[in-house]
């Protein structure tokens, strides 16, 4: 009886050490394993000027001759955009979207985006999501378009995950545009603050 359950508690320490020995191997690899990280949504709306003294958007090149407007191929704009916590312009800022938008396609029907979020609400001050991929569409209420997180700093070391931004307000008279990126964000144990 007690060398019977001796065995079971050996034979339950290999099952243990093999899991664990599985879950570090697979930890980075993703859903499968029992040390996954963790999933977080966040909203974010990127306030976005056009024009105007505070604008947040600046042309530096395009293709020679055209107009450096974002569906010409060649435009490249660079972008410092408030992040606020909800749609509206006085609404809590949590940071700043900060990165470059290529006109990338001779079609003006795509284009590349390379951006960081870079956050300074209190939850995640200091913490940075990096973005790279085909930007987003400028037309409200276009379809959204997913732009995959290539990683992060901080609380979001080792990130994984993946944005949706969509136009969903624009108003030509005060140049302003404002985008919505509703993110799913994998975080990973050794971020900074996890
Ligand atoms: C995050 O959003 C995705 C897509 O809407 C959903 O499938 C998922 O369950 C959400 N995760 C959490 C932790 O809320
Ligand atoms: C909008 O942008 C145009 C061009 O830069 C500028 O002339 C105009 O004053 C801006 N309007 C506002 C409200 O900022
Ligand atoms: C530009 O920003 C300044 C400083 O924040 C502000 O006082 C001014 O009203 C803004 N102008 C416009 C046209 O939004
Ligand atoms: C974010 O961090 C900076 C630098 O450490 C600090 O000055 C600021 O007060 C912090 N903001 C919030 C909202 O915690």
Redesign the pocket.
Same mark, same amino acid.
């Given at each position: 009886m007690a060398k019977g359950s001796a065995l079971a508690s050996i034979q339950i320490s290999l099952v243990l050490l093999l899991a664990i020995f599985v879950c570090s191997e697979a930890d980075l690899l993703g859903p499968v394993c029992c040390c996954r990280g963790k999933e977080t949504n966040i909203t974010v709306y990127l306030q976005v000027f056009t024009g105007g003294p505070n604008t947040t958007s600046v042309a530096v090149a395009g293709a020679p001759g055209m107009p450096r407007t974002p569906s010409n191929f060649g435009t490249i704009i660079v972008n410092d955009a408030k992040m606020t916590q909800g749609i509206s312009n006085n609404s809590p800022t949590i940071g700043r979207a900060q990165g470059i938008y290529i006109a990338s396609s001779r079609d003006g029907s795509s284009s590349q985006g390379i951006f960081s979020l870079l956050f300074? $609400?209190?939850q995640y $001050?200091?913490s940075t999501l990096e973005f790279q991929g085909p930007g987003y569409n400028l037309q409200v209420g276009g379809t959204a378009r997913e732009i995959p997180i290539v990683g992060g700093t901080q609380t979001f070391r080792l990130a994984r995950g993946y944005g949706f931004f969509q136009t969903v307000l624009q108003n030509p008279a005060q140049n302003k545009t404002v985008i919505r990126g509703d993110i799913t964000v994998i975080q990973y144990p050794g971020g900074g603050k996890v």
């Open positions: 300074s $609400n209190f $001050n200091g």
